[in-house]
């Protein structure tokens, strides 16, 4: 499957998950397909038999609020039965809105508290280190996240302890619950913050998938013994007009069945 007729799929099949409770994190949903659909098509070393295998790639969706997007993608890749997805957040589900490894077959940390990802994926990939293991932790944080301190600390840490199979992705959407990330705080010049603290960076198109892909091979091509950033302009709703000129409003909102209806005949 092409990247682009995946990461439609992811989009369609997360708009579905939501509609199932009527509501969700849509515009923070819709703006990571991208480099979900790149990550599971060319770069996560994963097997949907086998979950919890030891030498696997491992995903930290930091900004956990996003699940319906990652839920899409496992179930798309074969994870666990796509009528599953009809189950968001429903009592006894394996599905909660915010990602929780103890529920979710492909899910590799809990997420929610927003700021701990990238803390730890450093334990993830120090562990893996321990073990002789060279697999990748990839992170996707938020740029509203990035307002949260433990982020620094994390940095701090990868970039101290050379953490080279750590790839963090900053969605950087500019928005964030409360409107315009730059109004409430700025977190601008994310890529030289990261630098300082001992990342190698660069700054792409994040609905690019060539762009994605290309950059992912950079970071593990890469011969500095340091770990990587990948900050990814983005669009908050992505993919769906109504939903992209709901701006900042698109954070968490309603998904009626005439917005599914609306959507999908979209997402083609
Ligand atoms: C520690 C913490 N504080 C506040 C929240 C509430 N919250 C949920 S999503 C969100 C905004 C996050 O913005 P961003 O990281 O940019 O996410 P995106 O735009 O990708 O949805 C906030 C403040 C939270 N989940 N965790
Ligand atoms: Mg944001």
Redesign the pocket.
Known sequence: MTYEKFATQIRREALRCMNSQGSG?V??SL?IADVLAVLYTSHMKVDPQNPKMPDRDQLVLS?G??GPALYATLALKGFFPMDWLDTLNKLGTKLPSHVNLNLTPGVDMTA????QGLSCACGLALAQKAQGLDNYVYVI?????LQ?GQNWEGAMFAGAKKLDHVIVFV?N?K????GY?NNVMPVENIAKKFEAFGFVTTCINGHDHEAINNAINWAKQDTTVAPHCIVLDTI?GKGVSFYEQLGPSN?STTVTDEQLAKALAELQ
Do not use: R, Y
């Open positions: 994190h515009g923070g703006s900004k609020h996003a929610g508290s927003l700021g944080t938020g740029d509203g996240e949260e969605d959407n928005m964030q619950i409360d990330t908050k954070h």
